[in-house]
Protein backbone atom coordinates (compact mmCIF):
# COMPACT_ATOMS: atom_id res chain seq x y z
CA UNK A 1 0.00 0.00 0.00
CA UNK A 2 1.56 3.19 -0.69
CA UNK A 3 1.86 6.09 1.31
CA UNK A 4 -0.72 8.52 0.33
CA UNK A 5 -3.22 5.08 0.33
CA UNK A 6 -2.27 4.46 3.64
CA UNK A 7 -2.66 8.09 4.57
CA UNK A 8 -6.48 8.62 3.18
CA UNK A 9 -7.59 5.43 4.79
CA UNK A 10 -6.69 6.79 8.26
CA UNK A 11 -8.21 9.63 7.57
CA UNK A 12 -11.01 8.08 5.93
CA UNK A 13 -11.29 5.70 8.56
CA UNK A 14 -10.86 8.72 11.43
CA UNK A 15 -13.66 10.17 10.37
CA UNK A 16 -16.05 7.28 9.75
CA UNK A 17 -15.67 6.54 13.74
CA UNK A 18 -15.91 10.10 14.26
CA UNK A 19 -19.15 11.03 12.63
CA UNK A 20 -20.41 7.76 13.80
CA UNK A 21 -19.88 8.45 17.57
CA UNK A 22 -20.89 11.85 17.20
CA UNK A 23 -24.38 10.56 16.14
CA UNK A 24 -24.34 8.47 19.42
CA UNK A 25 -23.80 11.36 21.31
CA UNK A 26 -26.84 12.66 19.93
CA UNK A 27 -29.00 9.50 20.27
CA UNK A 28 -27.88 9.48 24.08
CA UNK A 29 -28.37 13.31 24.25
CA UNK A 30 -32.32 12.14 23.24
CA UNK A 31 -32.41 9.53 25.49
CA UNK A 32 -31.20 11.68 28.34
CA UNK A 33 -33.13 14.60 27.82
CA UNK A 34 -36.73 12.49 28.03
CA UNK A 35 -37.80 14.05 31.77
CA UNK A 36 -38.63 10.89 33.84
CA UNK A 37 -41.91 12.17 35.77
CA UNK A 38 -41.72 9.92 39.01
CA UNK A 39 -38.05 10.75 39.38
CA UNK A 40 -38.96 14.36 39.52
CA UNK A 41 -41.36 13.68 41.71
CA UNK A 42 -39.13 11.18 44.12
CA UNK A 43 -36.91 13.98 43.75
CA UNK A 44 -38.39 17.51 44.68
CA UNK A 45 -41.66 16.44 46.66
CA UNK A 46 -41.59 18.15 49.66
CA UNK A 47 -38.43 20.30 49.23
CA UNK A 48 -38.39 24.38 49.09
CA UNK A 49 -37.10 25.08 45.78
CA UNK A 50 -36.52 28.92 45.20
CA UNK A 51 -36.71 29.93 41.64
CA UNK A 52 -35.43 33.40 40.48
CA UNK A 53 -37.00 35.18 37.22
CA UNK A 54 -40.09 33.00 38.81
CA UNK A 55 -42.80 35.44 37.43
CA UNK A 56 -43.07 34.45 33.44
CA UNK A 57 -40.99 32.32 31.06
CA UNK A 58 -39.07 29.19 31.90
CA UNK A 59 -38.92 30.23 35.60
CA UNK A 60 -42.44 30.22 35.94
CA UNK A 61 -42.35 26.97 33.79
CA UNK A 62 -40.29 25.29 36.01
CA UNK A 63 -42.12 26.28 38.79
CA UNK A 64 -45.42 24.79 37.63
CA UNK A 65 -43.66 21.75 37.31
CA UNK A 66 -42.28 22.02 40.59
CA UNK A 67 -45.20 22.53 41.97
CA UNK A 68 -47.11 20.26 40.05
CA UNK A 69 -44.74 17.58 41.95
CA UNK A 70 -45.41 18.96 45.37
CA UNK A 71 -42.26 21.08 45.86
CA UNK A 72 -42.75 24.44 47.75
CA UNK A 73 -41.94 26.66 46.15
CA UNK A 74 -40.58 30.87 46.32
CA UNK A 75 -40.40 32.32 43.32
CA UNK A 76 -38.49 35.58 43.39
CA UNK A 77 -38.83 38.50 40.21
CA UNK A 78 -38.84 42.00 40.36
CA UNK A 79 -42.32 43.24 39.19
CA UNK A 80 -45.02 42.82 41.46
CA UNK A 81 -48.05 43.05 39.05
CA UNK A 82 -46.49 39.10 37.10
CA UNK A 83 -45.31 38.07 40.50
CA UNK A 84 -49.09 38.14 41.76
CA UNK A 85 -50.57 36.95 38.73
CA UNK A 86 -47.95 33.72 38.67
CA UNK A 87 -48.28 33.12 42.19
CA UNK A 88 -51.81 33.22 42.50
CA UNK A 89 -51.66 30.85 38.83
CA UNK A 90 -49.21 28.55 41.48
CA UNK A 91 -51.69 28.50 44.53
CA UNK A 92 -54.32 27.22 42.61
CA UNK A 93 -51.76 24.44 41.16
CA UNK A 94 -50.62 23.70 44.86
CA UNK A 95 -54.31 23.37 45.81
CA UNK A 96 -55.23 20.44 43.51
CA UNK A 97 -51.77 18.75 44.66
CA UNK A 98 -52.88 16.41 47.92
CA UNK A 99 -49.66 17.75 49.25
CA UNK A 100 -50.99 21.22 49.32
CA UNK A 101 -47.15 22.69 48.72
CA UNK A 102 -46.83 25.93 50.05
CA UNK A 103 -45.95 29.28 47.12
CA UNK A 104 -44.45 32.41 48.71
CA UNK A 105 -43.17 34.83 46.04
CA UNK A 106 -40.98 38.03 46.85
CA UNK A 107 -40.27 40.71 44.53
CA UNK A 108 -36.34 41.10 45.07
CA UNK A 109 -33.87 43.54 43.17
CA UNK A 110 -31.23 41.14 42.48
CA UNK A 111 -28.56 43.17 41.74
CA UNK A 112 -28.23 44.66 45.44
CA UNK A 113 -26.44 42.49 47.23
CA UNK A 114 -27.73 43.76 50.84
CA UNK A 115 -31.08 43.43 49.84
CA UNK A 116 -30.57 39.79 48.55
CA UNK A 117 -29.14 38.75 51.77
CA UNK A 118 -31.97 40.24 54.10
CA UNK A 119 -34.93 38.91 51.78
CA UNK A 120 -32.78 35.28 52.22
CA UNK A 121 -33.26 35.45 55.66
CA UNK A 122 -37.00 36.00 55.52
CA UNK A 123 -37.88 33.40 53.00
CA UNK A 124 -35.51 31.07 55.25
CA UNK A 125 -38.12 32.35 58.62
CA UNK A 126 -41.34 31.45 55.92
CA UNK A 127 -40.52 28.44 53.91
CA UNK A 128 -37.67 26.65 55.52
CA UNK A 129 -34.37 25.71 54.55
CA UNK A 130 -33.75 26.11 50.65
CA UNK A 131 -32.95 22.89 49.39
CA UNK A 132 -32.68 23.69 45.76
CA UNK A 133 -31.75 26.93 43.97
CA UNK A 134 -32.52 27.54 40.19
CA UNK A 135 -31.17 30.87 39.24
CA UNK A 136 -33.09 31.81 36.66
CA UNK A 137 -33.05 35.32 36.01
CA UNK A 138 -31.59 36.91 33.29
CA UNK A 139 -32.02 38.77 29.92
CA UNK A 140 -30.71 39.64 26.54
CA UNK A 141 -30.35 42.58 25.20
CA UNK A 142 -28.82 41.65 21.81
CA UNK A 143 -26.67 44.57 19.99
CA UNK A 144 -23.42 45.91 18.48
CA UNK A 145 -21.14 46.84 20.95
CA UNK A 146 -20.56 50.21 19.18
CA UNK A 147 -24.65 51.01 19.93
CA UNK A 148 -23.75 49.52 23.47
CA UNK A 149 -21.87 52.30 24.77
CA UNK A 150 -23.47 53.67 28.13
CA UNK A 151 -24.97 51.31 30.93
CA UNK A 152 -26.24 47.97 28.02
CA UNK A 153 -22.95 46.39 28.55
CA UNK A 154 -23.00 46.90 32.82
CA UNK A 155 -26.56 45.92 32.45
CA UNK A 156 -26.20 42.87 30.70
CA UNK A 157 -23.25 41.98 33.84
CA UNK A 158 -25.11 42.94 36.30
CA UNK A 159 -28.18 41.18 35.36
CA UNK A 160 -26.81 37.48 33.96
CA UNK A 161 -24.00 37.45 36.47
CA UNK A 162 -23.32 39.77 39.42
CA UNK A 163 -27.14 38.80 40.94
CA UNK A 164 -26.50 35.27 40.11
CA UNK A 165 -22.99 36.09 42.77
CA UNK A 166 -25.31 37.97 44.63
CA UNK A 167 -27.64 35.30 45.39
CA UNK A 168 -25.17 32.35 45.66
CA UNK A 169 -22.78 34.80 48.13
CA UNK A 170 -26.15 35.45 50.22
CA UNK A 171 -26.65 31.85 50.47
CA UNK A 172 -23.60 31.50 51.81
CA UNK A 173 -23.97 34.76 54.32
CA UNK A 174 -26.94 33.20 56.04
CA UNK A 175 -25.85 29.39 55.66
CA UNK A 176 -22.70 30.67 57.95
CA UNK A 177 -24.73 32.97 60.04
CA UNK A 178 -27.47 30.45 60.75
CA UNK A 179 -24.39 28.14 61.73
CA UNK A 180 -23.05 30.99 64.09
CA UNK A 181 -26.07 32.00 65.71
CA UNK A 182 -26.55 28.14 67.02
CA UNK A 183 -22.89 28.08 68.18
CA UNK A 184 -21.99 25.07 66.91
CA UNK A 185 -18.24 24.04 67.36
CA UNK A 186 -16.56 23.62 63.90
CA UNK A 187 -14.96 19.76 63.47
CA UNK A 188 -14.30 18.72 60.26
CA UNK A 189 -11.30 18.02 57.52
CA UNK A 190 -13.41 20.56 55.15
CA UNK A 191 -13.63 23.47 58.02
CA UNK A 192 -11.74 26.32 58.31
CA UNK A 193 -10.18 25.73 54.85
CA UNK A 194 -13.26 25.86 52.97
CA UNK A 195 -14.79 28.89 54.60
CA UNK A 196 -18.00 26.68 55.88
CA UNK A 197 -18.10 24.90 59.24
CA UNK A 198 -20.36 21.72 59.10
CA UNK A 199 -23.24 23.48 60.64
CA UNK A 200 -23.62 26.46 57.92
CA UNK A 201 -22.71 23.13 54.91
CA UNK A 202 -25.63 21.79 56.34
CA UNK A 203 -28.12 25.21 55.74
CA UNK A 204 -26.57 25.14 52.08
CA UNK A 205 -28.90 24.13 49.28
CA UNK A 206 -27.46 20.77 48.06
CA UNK A 207 -28.73 21.73 44.35
CA UNK A 208 -27.61 25.07 42.78
CA UNK A 209 -28.42 24.89 38.95
CA UNK A 210 -27.42 28.54 36.79
CA UNK A 211 -29.44 29.09 33.88
CA UNK A 212 -26.99 30.28 30.96
CA UNK A 213 -27.19 29.82 27.46
CA UNK A 214 -25.60 27.67 24.79
CA UNK A 215 -23.48 31.67 24.58
CA UNK A 216 -22.32 30.29 27.75
CA UNK A 217 -20.08 28.12 25.38
CA UNK A 218 -20.48 30.06 21.98
CA UNK A 219 -20.67 33.57 20.65
CA UNK A 220 -20.97 35.83 17.68
CA UNK A 221 -21.99 39.11 16.89
CA UNK A 222 -24.48 41.39 18.24
CA UNK A 223 -24.09 38.78 21.28
CA UNK A 224 -20.88 40.59 22.64
CA UNK A 225 -22.32 41.96 25.91
CA UNK A 226 -25.13 38.68 26.61
CA UNK A 227 -21.93 36.24 25.92
CA UNK A 228 -19.23 38.04 28.05
CA UNK A 229 -22.29 37.50 30.75
CA UNK A 230 -23.08 34.50 30.46
CA UNK A 231 -19.62 32.86 29.47
CA UNK A 232 -19.01 34.79 33.21
CA UNK A 233 -21.49 33.10 34.63
CA UNK A 234 -20.25 29.58 33.31
CA UNK A 235 -16.82 30.22 34.51
CA UNK A 236 -18.40 31.23 37.60
CA UNK A 237 -20.06 27.83 37.96
CA UNK A 238 -17.00 25.91 37.08
CA UNK A 239 -15.19 27.45 40.01
CA UNK A 240 -17.87 26.78 42.51
CA UNK A 241 -18.48 23.39 40.93
CA UNK A 242 -14.70 21.71 42.40
CA UNK A 243 -15.31 24.00 45.50
CA UNK A 244 -18.83 23.14 46.11
CA UNK A 245 -18.86 19.67 45.32
CA UNK A 246 -16.89 18.42 48.77
CA UNK A 247 -19.23 19.82 50.52
CA UNK A 248 -21.98 17.99 49.07
CA UNK A 249 -23.78 20.97 46.60
CA UNK A 250 -24.28 19.96 43.64
CA UNK A 251 -23.85 22.43 40.73
CA UNK A 252 -25.47 22.15 37.36
CA UNK A 253 -25.49 24.61 34.25
CA UNK A 254 -28.30 25.09 31.62
CA UNK A 255 -27.36 25.81 28.09
CA UNK A 256 -30.71 26.20 26.40
CA UNK A 257 -31.16 28.11 23.12
CA UNK A 258 -33.99 30.28 22.15
CA UNK A 259 -36.72 29.33 24.14
CA UNK A 260 -40.66 30.85 23.19
CA UNK A 261 -40.78 33.36 25.72
CA UNK A 262 -41.69 36.51 27.17
CA UNK A 263 -37.88 37.90 27.29
CA UNK A 264 -37.30 36.47 23.55
CA UNK A 265 -39.84 38.06 22.21
CA UNK A 266 -38.41 41.53 23.78
CA UNK A 267 -35.07 40.91 22.51
CA UNK A 268 -35.94 40.40 18.97
CA UNK A 269 -36.94 43.91 18.78
CA UNK A 270 -33.45 45.08 18.96
CA UNK A 271 -31.99 41.98 18.03
CA UNK A 272 -29.47 43.13 14.98
CA UNK A 273 -31.14 41.17 11.31
CA UNK A 274 -27.58 39.29 11.25
CA UNK A 275 -27.54 38.04 15.01
CA UNK A 276 -31.06 36.69 13.88
CA UNK A 277 -29.75 35.00 10.42
CA UNK A 278 -26.99 33.12 12.19
CA UNK A 279 -28.83 31.94 15.21
CA UNK A 280 -32.14 30.97 13.29
CA UNK A 281 -35.43 30.62 14.74
CA UNK A 282 -35.83 26.95 14.05
CA UNK A 283 -35.07 25.33 17.26
CA UNK A 284 -36.97 27.91 19.68
CA UNK A 285 -38.24 25.53 22.25
CA UNK A 286 -41.61 25.87 24.45
CA UNK A 287 -40.66 27.28 28.00
CA UNK A 288 -42.33 23.78 29.17
CA UNK A 289 -40.13 21.66 26.98
CA UNK A 290 -37.15 23.73 28.20
CA UNK A 291 -38.08 23.21 31.94
CA UNK A 292 -38.29 19.58 31.15
CA UNK A 293 -35.20 19.56 29.70
CA UNK A 294 -33.66 21.22 32.54
CA UNK A 295 -35.15 18.52 35.16
CA UNK A 296 -34.40 15.77 33.06
CA UNK A 297 -30.24 16.45 32.45
CA UNK A 298 -30.44 17.91 36.35
CA UNK A 299 -31.77 14.37 37.19
CA UNK A 300 -29.09 12.45 34.74
CA UNK A 301 -26.75 14.16 37.20
CA UNK A 302 -25.42 16.45 34.38
CA UNK A 303 -23.36 19.35 35.06
CA UNK A 304 -23.57 20.85 31.71
CA UNK A 305 -27.34 20.60 30.58
CA UNK A 306 -28.87 21.16 26.59
CA UNK A 307 -31.90 21.86 25.53
CA UNK A 308 -31.48 21.41 21.73
CA UNK A 309 -29.16 19.11 19.31
CA UNK A 310 -27.21 22.28 18.09
CA UNK A 311 -26.56 23.20 22.10
CA UNK A 312 -24.87 19.69 22.95
CA UNK A 313 -23.16 19.78 19.64
CA UNK A 314 -21.37 22.98 20.99
CA UNK A 315 -21.49 21.61 24.99
CA UNK A 316 -19.20 18.89 23.48
CA UNK A 317 -16.71 20.60 21.60
CA UNK A 318 -16.87 23.36 24.70
CA UNK A 319 -17.31 21.13 27.72
CA UNK A 320 -13.54 22.31 29.03
CA UNK A 321 -12.26 20.36 32.39
CA UNK A 322 -15.63 19.55 33.80
CA UNK A 323 -17.45 16.24 33.76
CA UNK A 324 -19.10 14.91 30.63
CA UNK A 325 -21.51 12.28 30.51
CA UNK A 326 -19.75 10.10 27.74
CA UNK A 327 -16.21 10.78 27.85
CA UNK A 328 -15.44 8.18 25.45
CA UNK A 329 -17.71 8.46 22.58
CA UNK A 330 -17.72 12.27 23.08
CA UNK A 331 -13.57 11.69 22.75
CA UNK A 332 -14.13 9.60 19.25
CA UNK A 333 -16.79 12.00 17.95
CA UNK A 334 -14.23 15.49 18.37
CA UNK A 335 -12.46 15.51 15.35
CA UNK A 336 -15.94 15.60 13.64
CA UNK A 337 -17.32 17.97 15.72
CA UNK A 338 -14.16 20.47 15.41
CA UNK A 339 -14.04 19.85 12.25
CA UNK A 340 -18.05 20.91 11.87
CA UNK A 341 -17.15 23.66 14.20
CA UNK A 342 -14.31 25.05 12.00
CA UNK A 343 -16.10 25.29 8.73
CA UNK A 344 -19.48 27.32 10.79
CA UNK A 345 -17.00 29.24 11.85
CA UNK A 346 -15.75 30.36 8.43
CA UNK A 347 -19.73 29.88 6.80
CA UNK A 348 -20.46 32.16 9.04
CA UNK A 349 -17.60 34.64 9.20
CA UNK A 350 -18.96 34.86 5.19
CA UNK A 351 -21.97 35.67 6.33
CA UNK A 352 -21.59 38.61 8.17
CA UNK A 353 -18.65 39.91 5.77
CA UNK A 354 -21.65 39.55 2.56
CA UNK A 355 -24.29 40.90 5.27
CA UNK A 356 -21.98 43.90 5.53
CA UNK A 357 -21.49 44.40 1.78
CA UNK A 358 -24.86 43.62 0.84
CA UNK A 359 -26.68 45.63 3.63
CA UNK A 360 -29.35 48.54 2.52
CA UNK A 361 -27.30 51.65 3.07
CA UNK A 362 -29.01 54.02 5.66
CA UNK A 363 -31.00 56.50 3.99
CA UNK A 364 -29.71 60.15 4.73
CA UNK A 365 -31.23 62.11 7.43
CA UNK A 366 -33.71 64.56 5.52
CA UNK A 367 -32.29 68.16 6.89
CA UNK A 368 -35.43 68.55 8.98
CA UNK A 369 -34.54 65.29 11.04
CA UNK A 370 -30.79 66.68 11.38
CA UNK A 371 -32.04 69.43 13.27
CA UNK A 372 -34.43 67.74 15.25
C1 LIG B 1 -22.18 21.17 13.41
C2 LIG B 1 -21.95 22.50 13.87
C3 LIG B 1 -23.15 23.34 13.93
C4 LIG B 1 -22.92 24.52 14.78
C5 LIG B 1 -24.03 25.42 14.82
C6 LIG B 1 -23.89 26.40 15.89
C7 LIG B 1 -24.96 27.40 15.82
C8 LIG B 1 -25.13 28.09 17.09
C9 LIG B 1 -26.19 29.07 17.08
C10 LIG B 1 -27.05 28.93 18.28
C11 LIG B 1 -27.15 30.16 19.00
C12 LIG B 1 -28.15 30.09 20.08
C13 LIG B 1 -27.99 31.25 20.94
C14 LIG B 1 -28.98 31.25 22.06
C15 LIG B 1 -29.03 32.59 22.60
C16 LIG B 1 -30.08 32.76 23.64
O1 LIG B 1 -29.61 32.39 24.88
C17 LIG B 1 -30.45 34.20 23.64
N1 LIG B 1 -31.11 34.53 22.41
C18 LIG B 1 -31.33 34.53 24.82
O2 LIG B 1 -32.63 34.20 24.57
Redesign the pocket.
Known amino acids: MSTITFVRNVIFTVLAVSVAAAAKVLANFFLSARLNQNALLREVNGKHVLVTGGSKGLGLALARLLVKNGANVTIVARGQKALDEARRELQQLAASNAQAPKILAVSIDLSKYDQVVQEIDIIRGEMGKIDWVIANAGS ?1 APGFLANQLDLEFEGMIHQNLFSVANLVRALLKSAKQIAEDKHIIPGSRTWPISGLSPAAQSQMPTKIIFVG ?3 SA ?1 SFLGYSA ?1 GASKFGLRGFADGLRSEFAPLGIAMHVYL ?4 DTP ?2 AV ?1 NETKPEITAQ ?3 TGSTLSADDAASALFAGVLKKRYLVCNDV ?1 GE ?2 RVVANGAVPRPNPITEAFAAPALVL ?2 AV ?1 SLLSDYEVATYFKTAPKPKKASTQEKQK
Open positions: ASVCLYPANMGFEIEGVLVAFW
